[in-house]
């Protein structure tokens, strides 16, 4: 099955040379084979999933047409799924089923495609690792002894080891970007809104975007098209400009496009072999014709700080429902209070933990001004650098991570060097901007990915950019060594 092509499997599915049932099936078949080694999923539904491919079968014969009409998709374990269990990670919401459709899953499944399994992650999308499930880690399928990235690392892994051509995840600061660039796929976070969030368990309810995975930024535009819009039960979701261009995907006219190369990603920190893949990405835009320009973004380097203030404030918040009273893990105690504090002590892992004290300390008494509020100024600073680089660029090119997929344990001691993982995906989730991660190419076997920033709403155009790219290039079709 390998590393499948969306956009091919529904050129064989429409021409009736592939039937939804035999892709699905052939799934099911590559989860049994790999999944001992990867622990990328952590619940299917068989049964479920095949009665929904022979659907999609009925109405291909029937001369139905949709972009994910008969194709196979991973979802998160963050996203409900009627039915299914939904752990986001976590022994807190133990026995859990989700009782409705997450919006996303749900257009997805009116458009025809086939959920095929829930996803591994870190513990409610906390980590930039993968190693923070509550069900063990999830395994980069490029090399083992190394983390896929997180914290949506399950669907990642997904895609890249062939379980599925699509899936999807949830981005608050990098949690599709990042592993997508540890594992040589293509993962869009969308402009804030784009996207209904009902039906994604909130973490940090300012940040979280579902984000759709794939092979390619062709793939993605092929899911997102009947995800994307307005919904009546997200008062934050808006609908997407140039919708209508998603399917079939066209490249970008990259001569004349303006590049910014933001001067404060490209400093110390960033390995030689991943600035010399980057390079040599940029000159691909270069030799078609797309000036390069070096810009500023001066606040670059309060972005982590700012990102995760904000960040673990809104998870205090967040996270207070899970207390073990009404769903979930709960441990008896002989009074309430007792119950709350021994059900989330047991329930939860030491990184949600630590998020939440942070949090709660942010937002307390005689800290709030200083802190919380302090960063709430810093983030309108971080998105105002944007707003003035796209005065003059029409698209922002910079690194995803400051190097490859780094070994297990490696950080696990040091939380600060495990955020700054996200130094170079937080700015844009601050300003709540489009971006999007794709392959770049190998060191030493290893993948490095290129992100691509745009402003408010040119999802489209993004992808498009993206696209011309990618149909000059060959990273994106580089497989993992893994069996056949």
Request: charged share 20%; aromatic share 8%.
């Amino acid at each position: 099955m390998g590393l499948g092509m969306a956009v091919d499997w529904r050129e064989g599915l429409d021409a009736g040379d592939l039937s939804s049932e035999a892709l699905v099936r052939a799934s099911f078949e590559r989860m049994a084979r790999l999944d001992g080694q990867l622990n990328a999923v952590l619940s299917t539904e068989e049964g479920l999933s095949l009665s929904l491919a022979r659907q999609a079968d009925r109405r291909l014969r029937a001369g139905e047409r949709s972009s994910v009409l008969g194709l196979p998709v991973v979802l998160k374990d963050n996203l409900n799924w009627t039915g299914l269990p939904m752990s986001c990670g976590s022994r807190v919401l133990g026995g859990y089923r989700a009782p409705y459709d997450a919006t996303v899953v749900r257009r997805l499944l009116e458009a025809g495609a086939v959920p095929v399994a829930k996803a591994n992650m870190d513990e409610f999308a906390m980590g930039s690792s993968g190693e923070y499930s509550a069900f063990g880690p999830t395994r980069n399928p490029w090399d083992t002894s190394r983390v896929p990235g997180g914290s949506s690392s399950g669907s990642i892994v997904a895609v890249s080891a062939g379980y599925a051509p699509l899936a999807l995840g949830s981005d608050t600061g990098g949690s599709v970007r990042l592993p997508a660039s540890f594992c040589n796929v293509t993962a869009l976070k969308p402009t804030y809104g784009v996207l209904s969030r009902y039906g994604l368990t909130a973490m940090a309810s300012s940040l979280d975007q579902v984000g759709p995975v794939a092979a390619s930024a062709a793939d993605i535009a092929l899911a997102l098209q009947p995800m994307a819009g307005r919904d009546p039960l997200d008062s934050t979701s808006m609908d997407l400009p140039g919708r209508e261009r998603l399917f079939p995907l066209g490249p970008a006219q990259l001569k004349g496009l303006r590049i910014g190369v933001p001067v404060d990603y490209f400093g110390e920190g960033l390995e030689a072999g991943s600035r010399q893949l980057l390079e040599a990405a940029l000159q691909v835009f270069a030799d078609q014709g797309a000036e390069l320009r070096e810009v500023r973004l001066p606040h670059t380097r309060f972005a982590i700080d700012t990102y995760y203030l904000l960040c673990t404030s809104e998870v205090s918040s967040n996270l207070s429902r899970f207390d073990g009273v009404r769903f979930g893990h709960r441990v008896e105690a002989g009074t309430l209070p007792g119950m709350i504090s021994e059900s989330r002590d047991a329930g939860l892992g030491d990184e949600v933990k630590r998020r939440i004290l942070l949090g709660t300390f942010c937002l307390s008494k005689g800290y709030y001004d200083a802190f919380y509020l302090k960063a709430l100024k810093a983030r309108t600073l971080i998105t105002r650098d944007f707003d003035e680089a796209f005065a003059s660029v029409d698209l922002l090119a910079t690194p995803v991570s400051p190097g490859v997929a780094f070994p297990f344990g490696a950080r696990t001691t040091d939380p600060l060097a495990m955020y700054l993982a996200d130094a170079y995906t937080v700015p844009a989730s601050l300003a709540g901007l489009p971006c999007l991660s794709m392959p770049a190419g190998l060191t030493a076997g290893l993948p490095v990915g290129i992100q691509l920033i745009g402003p408010a709403l040119s999802d489209v155009k993004l992808l498009e950019a993206a696209h011309a790219f990618q149909s000059l290039t060959r990273h994106h079709l580089q497989t993992p060594p893994l069996p056949a």
